[in-house]
């Protein structure tokens, strides 16, 4: 019988859990958008600044690959007839 109410507590225990720390993340990101604060008043420099602007965009380039890649390597992963060649020359491609 305990174990019939186990696995639902449980989930909502994580669940109750996982929604309190999310609110309590958006409180910090309001909190800090509330005091504005600018990278300028953190004494980053405008060099600074165009550096930090040019490895976002060299990280948001690198996540757009890595959702290609993956969906490229998640067709080859169900398509039935996928040959071990096939598979090698995507591989390669990918680590290059």
Aim: proline residues 2%.
């Amino acid at each position: 019988m305990q174990k019939r109410y186990a696995i639902p507590a449980l989930f909502l225990l994580i669940f109750t859990a996982s929604v309190g720390l999310l609110a309590r993340a958006q409180k910090t990101e309001e909190a800090i958008e509330d005091r504005g604060i600018t990278l300028t008043d953190l004494g980053v420099t405008e060099e600074q600044k165009a550096q930090l602007k040019a490895l976002w965009e060299l990280k948001r380039q690198k996540q757009i690959q890595a959702v290609k890649n993956l969906r490229v390597l998640n067709r080859l992963a169900k398509a039935p007839m996928a040959s071990a060649e096939a598979i090698k020359e995507i591989l390669e491609k990918i680590n290059q």
